[in-house]
């Protein structure tokens, strides 16, 4: 038996950092990850054989639990006739006609293989469309990893933005204006500036990517109207929140119609698929009929589309949303009251089957909100509770993800085990 520790280490010889994507590296809460095996439901196995009920879901796409026997099958039976084509099948049409009809605000869409991909794709198309080159993002909004998006505020939030990674460009950069999220007269300050020039803004209509953040109808509203009234468009990229935080995304639940929405994560059931779409108007810029490229040779991959259209399928089953939202309700509730019970600084919340866990005493609403909370108290929690089996994301800045599969006695269990971790952080 190979055990996690042993497999880090020898990662880390043939893998930078020994993982494939950062986070997974536990560079914020310290320790060795954990190397996985198997998963079924709400639970997953390690190589040690050790048992966790899961609160990452894969960032999300596990909605139905982990090897839905349904999804599994789809896949198995598509697998037999053929892996790719790179050429259009029926699936696809399938699978856009079921996301036009789930998501109103989307009348085209494409499909790709990742968020990155759509988010990269959704700004070179908001960018050709308005032939404009300026892009608004939010401090503390995750959009993937393309040049534009890896940018932080200048010196002032109306100044050039700053590469936030290494490798990218600073005449990439400046192009890119990162405001506070929820901070309406800032984005009202920037739109009387430089408003004709800015091509389209972007965000995450619920913040996961910061823990877990909401955004105030004020903030959307002025959202909506600003970029209308400049002629800019609005991109919610909804690649964690789409069919996760309602069955049509944070556009449903607060009413608000972008021009273009990214999705990703759900959409292909835990396999690669990403898609973005909007109005016709727009989408019909895109390569082979407009002036804007854009391309993938495993774009609309029959297994990875046949995953997401029976988890499409499935999570439209009446109540889904419903029970799922109330289920994760009372895990937040049930955990924030054992804070309480304790005596802790600490409070959590959910939007859908998204949720999120603070050491404060109230939720943040901005990304210095959710830098003054106490990150220490969060890796001491998060290792006592993995030490239980209980597999919650290894970052204070992550949210969690229930899936349809966790049971209440799941939920009751991970209370219990909370109680005892706040037991431990008082005394
Ligand atoms: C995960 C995520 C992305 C990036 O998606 P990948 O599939 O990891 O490239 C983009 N935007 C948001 C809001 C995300 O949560």
């Known amino acids: 038996m190979r055990n996690n520790k042993d497999l880090f280490e020898e990662s880390q010889q043939f893998i930078p950092g020994g993982v494939n994507s950062p986070v997974r590296a ?8 954990i190397f996985f095996k198997s998963a079924k439901g709400s639970k997953l196995w390690d190589e040690e054989g050790k048992e966790y009920i899961d609160y990452i879901n894969s960032w ?3 909605i139905l639990g982990h090897a839905h026997p349904e999804v599994i099958s789809a896949v198995q039976e598509v697998a037999k006739d053929s892996l790719s084509f790179g050429a259009p099948t029926a699936r696809e049409l399938d699978m856009a006609k079921e996301i036009v009809k789930i998501v109103p605000s989307i009348e085209q869409v494409r499909l790709v293989s990742s968020g990155t991909e759509a988010t990269m794709s959704a700004i070179r198309l908001a960018r050709g469309y308005t032939q404009r080159d300026k892009i608004v993002k939010f401090e503390g909004c995750y959009h993937g990893h393309a040049d ?3 940018v932080k505020a200048g010196s002032g939030a109306l100044t050039f933005g ?3 990674s290494a490798g990218v460009p600073i005449d990439t950069a400046k192009h890119t204006l990162t405001l506070s999220y929820n901070n309406v007269s800032e984005l009202e300050e920037l739109f009387k500036s430089q408003g004709n020039e800015i091509a389209c803004v972007i965000l995450e209509p619920v913040v996961g990517n910061m823990n877990l ?3 105030s109808a004020e903030f959307l509203n002025s959202l909506r109207s600003l970029t209308e009234k400049y002629g ?3 991109i919610f990229d909804e690649v964690m929140t789409g069919f996760r935080v309602a069955l049509g995304g944070a556009q449903e639940l607060f009413g608000i119609t972008p021009d273009l929405t990214t999705l990703g994560k759900v ?4 396999l690669p698929v990403g898609a973005f779409g909007g109005k016709k108007e727009v989408m019909q810029k895109l390569a082979p009929l407009g002036p804007v490229y854009q391309a993938g040779t495993l774009s609309g991959n029959p297994v990875a589309v046949a995953a997401g259209l029976k988890t499409l399928e499935l999570i439209q089953k009446p109540e889904f949303f419903s029970e799922l939202s109330s289920k994760t309700k009372t895990l937040v509730d049930g955990l924030t009251n054992a804070g309480a019970g304790e005596g802790i600084s600490f409070c959590a919340r959910n939007v859908g089957g998204m949720f999120g866990l603070y050491f404060s005493d109230n939720p943040p609403n901005s990304f210095a909100d959710v830098m003054a909370s106490d990150r220490e108290k969060f890796n001491f929690f998060f290792h006592e509770m993995l030490s239980m089996g209980i597999y919650f994301g290894p970052s204070a800045f992550e949210a969690g993800f229930v899936s349809a599969a966790h049971t209440l006695s799941d939920i009751q269990h991970t209370i219990e085990c909370a109680k005892k971790a706040f037991s431990k952080i008082k005394a």
């Open 26 to 33: 536990f560079g914020s809460v310290g320790g060795t990850p």
């Open 60 to 62: 999300g796409p596990m």
């Open 162 to 164: 700053q590469p936030s």
């Open 213 to 215: 953040i909401t955004p």
């Open 148 to 150: 534009s998006l890896l």
């Open 232 to 234: 800019a468009l609005l």
């Open 267 to 270: 959409i292909g059931g835990g």
